[in-house]
């Protein structure tokens, strides 16, 4: 039977007393190995036996309807089999966590490249070929693509704390300003991919997903069917950024083919795809408007955005989430606008908010220091609110100050001059600084461990994207359980093994890890009551238990093995706290004179977010994070056809993200921080911390070289010089 745990009911102390030491080693990944090696089975790579290829078929109109479909040509081609038109396609993937149901399209068409049907062939370059084939006629309508001229816009009501026009008017310095961030695509290395495989009512997909026990909800709604029929493998993902959050289209394609074929049906997206009809991070424009006294503490924290999405999308960039909590200031007005337009949907995208939010309001910070005199370290450090700005709620381990005093110390912050001061050559050199910030949070998570009488097992249908799942799970198993790691097993990625948070939102790793904790100290009462023991009084190490003077090998201990579930629920969040991930990174750049082509020669992230459960796999996360906000500072750029809609830069070709020669030495150091409140084993999420705030950094640094103020990102040269 399940135990199941509520957060404000659990202690999170033991594993500071269990002594292994496996808990934040940078243990490499188990399964790395079979990765690299290409002995892993991705999605698609799965030997089923004989299958069938599918292709997505793909609106080429931006908005309307398809009338008719005039499939006789292709269903005459040698190999093709069938054709399905997609009346029950599920739109944004990303809305299925958020519970609601996802909505069917029926024949509607809302952006060019929509996916609306597939053709299935014996192989899949005839598959391709014909759906590139299939005519299709539709009746198109009118269609508004520009954000900026849409004649639909939505707004959320203003949120107003104190009186921020008096504030702004009496402040003795001021920034208001424009920000304007680009569209972004995931465009995870393993492109959307689904092998489908029916017998009799039950369907198995192997599929590349993040959140496997919701998207059985989505495919079994999508389908028809019960959800006990769908079971869903995904046991190594390359990647998902968000962009596998909710079930997409492959997957119920493969699904639907499969069933009416009788056999199994394959069905990968090409990288276009991926880009086209995925999900993309929404363009926004910000606007900032920060007042300080004359001592630089603010008094007003203004911020407006403005996204876009599809008309009905339920999702919209939580642009300001970390305006809400990062800096003090009485006087507090937040608003957004949704522009209801027909481009690829917008869905989550690697911190989700923070990721652009956290460009405009640490590059209004970096102003507001320039017009107050200020070092910018400085004006932050000064900015640290006492308790939560608009709540009064005291927040869990926070050690932001550390992380900037620590930073600037480390990185030479005392070398910063002011613009255009230091030159090498054609090259001006500049630092900058950014916060980080990304709300922690804690999702329901349940984990099954059995320990036998030579080892231990963990099963819970939690992912791995890529991040060290099957990594920290098994250290907190070994650890928890006195075992080497090898002798622990983790198993994830079935929706058969108890129900996970999944991967996203940075949630991950801490809750599945905390439920695989609890069934470990569930694991532990067990052999205590065995040893006739206190709880407390028990040690587990090398695969012997001991109490007092008695010890007794785990194999004689054992007459059978011993299975624990445990669930963590949250508790009654955020009242007593609140939890978020901090940090603070610093660049260092050189822009050409003549060119404005800008190199990151440095840059350093310093980062707090409770227990670090494995150091490489953590420090890999922030690499990633930071790599990112390079791209977002310099490179990333969907760029949207204006007639029509879509992206035209479609692949990684021609979207630019930074490669190895744009990515300088990355120093990455972890501050020693619990989070008490945020979870069992106070850690907390990592995933999204290291993009938040990267990229101002970067061109915060630019100013700092040149004296060109970065509003419009991506900073290409066009826009430094
Ligand atoms: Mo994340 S963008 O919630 O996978």
Redesign the pocket.
């Known amino acids: 039977m399940t135990k199941a745990f509520r957060m404000d009911e659990v202690q999170p102390r033991l594993l500071d007393e269990t002594n292994q030491n496996v808990i934040g080693q940078p243990l490499a990944r188990p399964e790395g190995y079979l990765k690299v090696s290409g002995q892993a089975p991705y999605a698609a790579e799965v030997d089923v036996g004989e299958m069938a290829h599918g292709v997505l078929v793909r609106a080429t109109i931006t908005k309307g309807r398809v009338l008719r479909v005039h499939d006789e040509k292709i269903r005459k081609m040698d190999g093709v089999v069938d054709v399905h038109m997609l009346d029950r396609m599920i739109r944004n993937p990303a809305q299925g966590?958020m519970g609601e149901s996802p909505e069917q399209l029926g024949e509607r068409i809302d952006y060019l490249g929509q996916p609306i049907g597939v053709v299935v062939a014996e192989d899949f370059e005839t598959a391709r070929d014909a759906a590139l084939q299939l005519e299709i006629e539709y009746s198109e309508e009118e269609a508004e693509v520009d954000p900026d001229n849409a004649s639909n816009t939505e707004w959320t009501d203003k949120e107003d704390y104190g009186d921020i026009d008096t504030a702004m008017d009496r402040a003795e310095f001021t920034v208001d300003s424009e920000y304007h961030t680009a569209a972004h695509v995931?465009a995870a290395m393993e492109p959307h991919a689904a092998i489908a495989v029916w017998e009799g009512e039950k369907l198995t997909l192997h599929g590349s997903c993040?959140l496997i026990k919701f998207n059985v909800k989505e495919l079994a709604d999508a389908l028809g069917i019960a959800e006990e029929n769908v079971h869903i493998l995904s046991p190594y993902i390359g990647g998902?950024?968000?962009?596998?959050?909710g079930i997409s289209p492959e997957a119920v394609a493969a699904s639907i083919a499969a069933r009416d074929l009788g056999k199994p049906v394959r069905v990968v997206m090409s990288r276009q795809q991926v880009f086209d009809s995925v999900l993309r991070r929404t363009e926004t424009t910000q606007r900032l408007f920060l007042g300080a006294d004359a001592d630089g503490r603010l008094t007003a924290v203004g911020h407006h955005d403005r996204v876009s999405n599809v008309p009905n999308e339920g999702f919209s960039e939580p642009t300001n989430q970390a305006t809400h909590f990062l800096y003090s200031g009485a006087n507090r007005r937040y608003s957004q606008e949704t522009a209801r337009i027909h481009r690829t949907p917008s869905g989550?995208?690697?911190?989700?908010g923070e990721a652009v939010g956290m460009l405009a309001l640490e590059t209004a910070m970096d102003e507001l220091a320039e017009t107050a005199r200020l070092d910018p370290v400085e004006l932050r450090l000064r900015n640290i609110p006492e308790t939560h700005p608009e709540t009064g709620v005291p927040y869990s381990a926070r050690m932001l100050a550390e992380c900037l005093k620590d930073g600037a110390k480390e990185f030479g912050w005392n070398q910063r001059k002011a613009p255009r001061e230091r030159k090498e050559g054609d090259w001006f050199l500049g630092m900058g600084v950014a916060s980080a910030a990304r709300m922690n949070m804690l999702l329901p998570s349940e984990a099954r461990v059995t320990l036998t009488p030579t080892g231990a097992i963990v099963e819970t249908d939690m992912t791995d994207?890529g991040t060290g799942t099957y990594a920290i799970l098994n250290q907190i198993t070994a650890e928890m359980l006195g075992l080497p790691v090898e002798l622990v097993e983790v198993r994830l990625g079935d929706s058969s093994y108890p129900s996970a948070a999944g991967?996203?939102?940075?949630f991950g790793a801490a809750s599945s890890g905390s439920s695989v904790f609890l069934a470990c100290k569930a694991i532990r009462e067990q052999i205590a009551k065995k040893m006739d023991c206190e709880g407390d009084d028990l040690t587990l190490s090398g695969g012997i238990a001991r109490c007092g003077n008695r010890e007794k090998k785990l194999e004689d201990l054992l007459d059978a093995d011993i299975v624990e579930t445990a669930q963590i629920k949250p508790g009654k969040t955020g009242k007593e706290a609140f939890s978020s991930g901090f940090g603070a990174h610093f660049a260092e750049v050189a822009v050409h004179e003549w060119t404005g082509e800008v190199r990151v020669k440095r840059m350093a992230g310093w980062f707090a977010a409770g227990r670090i459960l494995n150091e490489r796999t953590a420090r890999s996360q922030c690499w990633g994070g930071m790599i990112w906000g390079i791209g977002s500072a310099l490179h990333e750029h969907a760029s949207h056809d204006p007639r029509r809609g879509h992206i035209v830069n479609r692949d990684l070709a021609n979207y630019h993200v930074p490669a190895s020669l744009d990515v300088p030495q990355l120093d990455v150091t972890f501050l020693d921080e619990r989070d008490d409140h945020a979870n069992p084993i106070q850690a907390k999420g990592i995933?999204?911390l290291g993009i938040s705030g990267a990229g101002a950094a970067v061109t915060n640094a630019i100013y700092n070289a040149c004296g060109v103020r970065i509003r419009t990102f991506p900073a290409t040269p066009d826009i430094v010089l």
Do not use: D, N, T, Y
């Open positions: 966590m995931a993040q998902g950024f968000g962009s596998k959050l989550s995208v690697r911190a989700p994207i991967s996203g939102g940075s995933g999204e």
